[in-house]
């Protein structure tokens, strides 16, 4: 008992902005949320990420906070969501790959067999990559996080013409490198057209 009234004092404090009670609550909780997060992820500095979204999202609500219920439920639900969201991010980014080992599978080819494989996604990475900045953006938003012309341009305050427009120079600059290179115009078309 004596533990959950000091929890209960410490996020009655952060709510008035007490940095030392949130340090506190970082002291207390901040290796469990590591190790639970851990226990999913796999992996130290996503774990680390997972813990710091946590405690900033703890930070920027404090004073929402209920000191009635109880916070280490509320910690572990807000760390959940963060690694179901690192998962689904996960999940879109590498939606391009997956369709291009679908389209190998289709006709039967193991990806261990195919020598092109690992060249044309470092290829595809590269080309990426020396978009200009703001078309690169839209590109990803569009393309690996699958959001839709709407949300990047009212995100990025442009219209949804502008964002079309963006996402026709990329396909057409990534069509015409790929066939400088002489790679399937038909394996571009199914990794990228919808």
């Given at each position: ?121 470092s290829k595809l ?44 120079e990329a396909m ?7 066939n400088k290179d ?13």
């Amino acid at each position: 008992m004596n533990d959950l009234q000091t929890e209960q004092e410490l996020v009655a404090l952060l709510q008035k902005g007490s940095i030392t009670a949130f340090e506190g609550l970082f002291e207390q909780y901040s290796q469990k949320l590591y190790r639970f997060s851990f226990s999913y992820l796999k992996s130290e500095s996503e774990s680390e990420d997972v813990v710091q979204e946590v405690f900033l999202k703890i930070w920027e609500n404090r004073t929402r906070l209920k000191t009635g219920s109880s916070f280490q439920s509320y910690l572990f639900t807000i760390a959940f969501n963060s690694i179901r969201k690192n998962f689904n991010k996960k999940a879109r980014q590498n939606q391009f790959r997956t369709d291009l080992f679908d389209f190998l599978s289709v006709d039967n080819l193991s990806l261990e067999n195919h020598p092109d494989y690992e060249t044309l996604l470092s290829k595809l990475d590269e080309l990426i990559d020396q978009m200009p900045a703001r078309r690169k953006e839209i590109f990803l938003k569009r393309k690996k996080e699958g959001k839709s012309v709407r949300d990047i341009a009212d995100n990025m305050n442009i219209s949804p013409k502008t964002v079309e427009n963006q996402i026709t120079e990329a396909m057409n600059y990534l069509k015409n490198e790929f066939n400088k290179d002489r790679i399937s115009g038909m394996l571009f078309f199914y990794i990228f057209l919808e």
